[in-house]
């Protein structure tokens, strides 16, 4: 995976015990880490890098959560 890619995986735990997550950071190597981590424990995971924009800011913040939530159909 590149830098500033958006990537999504992982599957339900069990039948309405989904999870899902947003991981700023996600592409770099510790946010990575966490990435694999949290999809090996069964968790939908959207990794965001420097690409999405920058999400100290408002608006890019925005941006990075609202492509989450599409993607994933909501965070938990």
Do not use: P
């Not at 500033?4 to 770099?28: C, I, N, S």
């Not at 690409?51 to 965070?75: F, M, N």
């Amino acid at each position: 995976m590149e830098r500033g890619e958006l990537e999504r995986g992982g599957e339900a735990v069990r039948a309405g015990a989904l999870k899902r997550a947003l991981v700023t950071g996600g592409t770099g190597k510790l946010g990575a880490g966490i990435v694999e981590h949290l999809r090996a424990a069964g968790w939908q995971v959207v990794a965001a890098g420097r690409g999405e924009g920058d999400v100290a800011g408002a608006e890019g913040a925005r941006a990075v959560v609202e492509h989450a939530v599409a993607e994933l159909g909501g965070l938990e």
